[in-house]
């Protein structure tokens, strides 16, 4: 058993490098001039560049956000845990790669596909980072009692498998539940707020 906190400050870390890899890739429009200097060109190339790497970027920001309140229930950590938030991380390095080609594509199939899949993985690989943890913590836990039955992560699961299946309709439809998710998730978790709040009138 050891402290939580080198484990965050790592993965805060690797979360950090993982949108500064995404805002670097973002491209510039080549200029011949200062005339050509426009908001016109900015948009007319970064445009759905920005767009994609703002949808990454509130994704990041939510796994991050949430990554905290989870480990400020917890005490401390095992093996298992240290290994589910390396799973949990894994797919969270892959952000970069899957924006990237979504937006070079121009939102064709394929990577509409594979960046609902890295969504759905990094989903996958928090519910065991979190399973992980209350087995850790055990069943009479604050962790516990804040988490519950996880509605909310079984309707994203649910979510991104219905925008993988609905990207071979039409990639749109698919980006469309990728936003709605991010859109659920973008209010912090009101479960683990809660029982932070009550952890800290009974300090």
């Known amino acids: 058993m050891m402290p939580t906190g080198r484990l965050e400050a790592f993965s805060d870390g690797?979360?950090?490098?993982?949108?500064?890899?995404?805002?670097?890739?973002l491209k510039l429009p080549e200029l011949s001039g200062p005339d050509e200097a426009t908001f016109r060109a900015l948009f007319e190339v970064s445009g759905p560049g920005l767009l994609t790497?703002?949808?990454?970027?509130?994704?990041?920001?939510?796994?991050?956000?949430?990554?905290?309140?989870?480990?400020q229930l917890?005490?401390?950590?095992?093996?298992?845990v240290l290994w589910a938030n390396l799973h949990l991380l894994f797919w969270?390095?892959?952000?970069?790669?899957?924006?990237?080609?979504l937006e070079e594509s121009h939102v064709a199939l394929q990577p509409t596909v594979a960046y609902g899949a890295n969504l759905l993985g990094a989903a996958i690989a928090y519910t065991i980072l979190a399973?992980?943890?209350?087995?850790?913590?055990?069943?009479?836990?604050a962790l516990v009692r804040a988490m519950g039955t996880d509605?909310?992560?079984?309707?994203?699961?649910a979510c991104?498998?219905?925008?993988?299946?609905?990207?071979?309709?039409?990639?749109?439809?698919?980006?469309?539940?990728?936003?709605?998710?991010?859109?659920?998730w973008l209010v912090p978790d009101r479960r683990l707020e809660r029982a932070l709040k009550a952890e800290a009138l009974t300090d």
């Open 53 to 71: 790497y703002l949808l990454s970027f509130v994704y990041i920001g939510i796994y991050w956000n949430n990554h905290h309140h989870l480990f």
């Open 92 to 101: 969270l390095s892959l952000v970069p790669l899957s924006t990237r080609w």
């Open 14 to 25: 690797v979360l950090a490098i993982i949108i500064t890899i995404m805002v670097l890739e």
């Open 74 to 80: 917890a005490r401390q950590v095992t093996g298992g």
């Open 160 to 184: 991104y498998l219905t925008g993988i299946a609905l990207a071979y309709v039409n990639p749109w439809f698919g980006v469309v539940l990728y936003v709605v998710v991010a859109g659920i």
């Open 151 to 157: 509605v909310k992560g079984k309707i994203s699961l």
């Open 131 to 141: 399973v992980t943890l209350q087995r850790c913590e055990g069943p009479e836990s």
